[in-house]
């Protein structure tokens, strides 16, 4: 699986848009980009994922370059309890089952 | 309604002992994983099951033995615990075999050995 790079923390006032960014220069044409956020003492929480085109639901928008080397997260109104430790993962997947490498992500910190 | 289930939540014992991690999942997923976070947080793979079958195994001493008596269940055995056991063990599922389906994860048992 391709690495990912994520700056190690981020400020956002509540209300705003939180904008997460990631590259991932390595990504072949078979990965997908995930995106799991961890709360505090709570076990990982999926978002969203894309392979080329931009995604969204009810939580987040996911938006990947065109060259899909890098990508965007974004919380459309953050609230206090978006403040999360936020992790991109490259994942090809495949048939013998989910080998998710958490890197150390972005801590994300929604201030009142 | 808890869509993956752990206990116990907080699991503190000594050096040597024996102790077994239960995880459950409601969701009528196939596939179901363990994953081990250490201090520095960094959350890593340890096993996964597909309807019972192991597919995943890393490198994870023998010490740890997963079992799972139904595709909902998938339980953690540590025989001789160490000190460095000590860490967050979170359970997951996803709904198919392969690592494109996104994983579920339970709140996670925070073993301490001391």
């Known amino acids: 699986d391709a690495k990912t790079t994520q700056p190690p923390s981020m400020d956002c006032a509540e209300g705003r848009a939180a904008n997460l960014p990631c590259n991932h220069s390595?990504?072949?044409?078979?990965?997908?980009v995930y995106w799991y956020r961890q709360i505090h003492s709570q076990g990982p929480q999926y978002i969203i994922h894309?392979?080329?085109n931009n995604e969204t639901n009810e939580m987040a928008s996911l938006i990947i370059t065109e060259d899909r080397k890098s990508s965007t997260l974004i919380l459309p109104h953050a609230t206090l309890r978006d403040t999360a430790v936020y992790y991109c993962?490259?994942?090809?997947?495949?048939?013998?089952?989910?080998?998710?490498?958490f890197g150390e992500g972005t801590q994300l910190t929604v201030n009142p | 309604d808890t869509a993956v289930s752990q206990t116990p939540k907080y699991l503190v014992t000594q050096m040597g002992n024996d102790k077994s991690i239960k995880c459950e999942q409601n969701l009528g997923h196939d596939t179901m994983y363990w994953y081990k976070q250490d201090s520095k947080k960094f959350l890593k793979i340890m096993f996964s099951?597909?309807?019972?079958?192991?597919?995943i195994n890393e490198t994870v001493p023998n010490r740890f033995s997963p079992k799972s008596p139904d595709k909902a269940h998938l339980n953690l055995h540590i025989n001789s615990l160490e000190l460095g056991d000590s860490a967050v063990y979170f359970c997951?599922?996803?709904?198919?075999?392969?690592?494109?389906?996104?994983?579920?994860f339970g709140n996670g048992t925070r073993l301490t050995v001391t």
């Open positions: 390595t990504i072949s044409g078979n990965e997908y």
């Open positions: 993962i490259v994942t090809g997947g495949g048939t013998s089952g989910s080998r998710l490498t």
């Open positions: 894309g392979l080329k």
């Open positions: 997951a599922s996803s709904p198919g075999r392969g690592g494109r389906s996104p994983l579920h």
């Open positions: 099951y597909n309807n019972k079958e192991l597919i």
